[in-house]
């Protein structure tokens, strides 16, 4: 079944630099794949998703890019902003479900 | 705007008691899943819904049960807590779409403690 790898695990940075977050798959069958914030006290909600047809996917701050054939996928977060201070979750589809990483914590320090 | 809720946001147990977590989604959709999340292991499906009646085990429903008798309402059931059991329960809906789709939609969380 399909397995999601995600690191790191915690991610410290300074406020207005830039946070990158690397994950892998392993169904190469798979082929959506969401991104999802967790703020403190709240569900995890989805920021951005990309699907196997493209590469790379962007809204405002925040890009997914997309190796299918090295099977991993990154989220890429510009200008960090306190706000963005959260757990990040990949996640890979496999039949109707998605499967998560394990998450990680992101600090943006003042 | 979408919402999926939970019956509560804290809860606290005694071993060997059978505890309901219940989660309403108001967004008529098809699919609804049960989650537990614990620190350094994120979020592993327990037991998931793609119509009423309706229920297929996840990755770990061991020690688990789930009801669903309407399409809005899902429930977890433990039927005798364990401490292991202890974690942040997340309940979450998603439209029926098949492979390569679909935005989850999650609830606050339960936080389960049994003592």
């Known amino acids: 079944g399909e397995n999601v790898e995600q690191h790191p695990s915690t991610l410290s940075v300074q406020e207005g630099d830039s946070a990158v977050i690397k994950c892998t798959y392993s169904?190469?069958?798979?082929?959506?794949f969401p991104w999802y914030k967790q703020e403190l006290g709240k569900g995890p909600q989805l920021i951005i998703d990309?699907?196997?047809?493209?590469g790379e996917k962007k809204d405002q701050r925040i890009a997914v890019t997309l190796n299918k054939t090295a099977k991993h996928f990154s989220l890429h977060i510009t200008e960090t902003q306190p706000e963005d201070s959260a757990v990040y979750f990949c996640?890979?589809?496999?039949?109707?479900?998605?499967?998560f990483g394990k998450g990680t914590r992101l600090h943006i320090l003042p | 705007d979408v919402k999926v809720t939970q019956s509560s946001r804290y809860l606290v147990k005694r071993t060997g008691e059978k505890v309901f977590l219940e989660c309403v989604q108001d967004?008529?959709?098809?699919?609804m899943f049960w989650y537990r999340q614990d620190p350094g292991l994120g979020l592993r499906l327990i037991y998931f819904?793609?119509?009423?009646?309706?229920?297929e085990k996840g990755d770990i429903p061991e020690g688990y049960s789930v009801s669903r008798e309407k399409k809005e309402r899902f429930s977890l059931i433990l039927e005798s807590a364990s401490t292991n059991q202890t974690s942040m329960y997340l309940c979450?809906?998603?439209?029926?779409?098949?492979?390569?789709?679909?935005?989850?939609?999650f609830g606050p969380g339960t936080r389960l403690t049994v003592l």
């Open positions: 967004m008529d959709h098809e699919n």
């Open positions: 819904s793609y119509d009423v009646k309706m229920k």
């Open positions: 996640a890979a589809d496999r039949d109707d479900k998605i499967i």
């Open positions: 169904d190469s069958a798979s082929n959506y």
């Open positions: 979450a809906s998603s439209f029926k779409g098949g492979r390569g789709y679909n935005e989850q939609f």
């Open positions: 990309i699907r196997s047809n493209v």
